[in-house]
């Protein structure tokens, strides 16, 4: 089973990825926030993210790497 640091490692090398080739992402944290982003900022302990839709549209927020519990490409429907 794959350990708490081993997901995060896992989410910077995608986050990274979503980045360089400007992926908006779709996150849930453990709060059960949900985050339609792009990747602004892949930091040490915090993933640095900005709204593209919704509410929160433009707005910058951090991210804790141990709070997200899914991480993946958003799809529209």
Do not use: P
Not at 20 to 45: M, P, Q, R, W
């Amino acid at each position: 089973m794959e350990t708490a640091k081993e997901k995060v490692e896992r989410y910077k090398g995608k986050a990274e990825v979503f980045l360089k080739n400007n992926t908006k992402a779709f996150i849930i944290n453990t709060s059960g926030d949900y985050f339609f982003c792009n990747i602004i900022l892949v930091g040490e302990d915090y993933l640095y993210v900005q709204h593209f839709t919704g509410k929160k549209k433009l707005e910058k927020e951090r991210i804790v790497w141990y709070d997200i519990i899914k991480f993946k490409e958003y799809e529209e429907r």
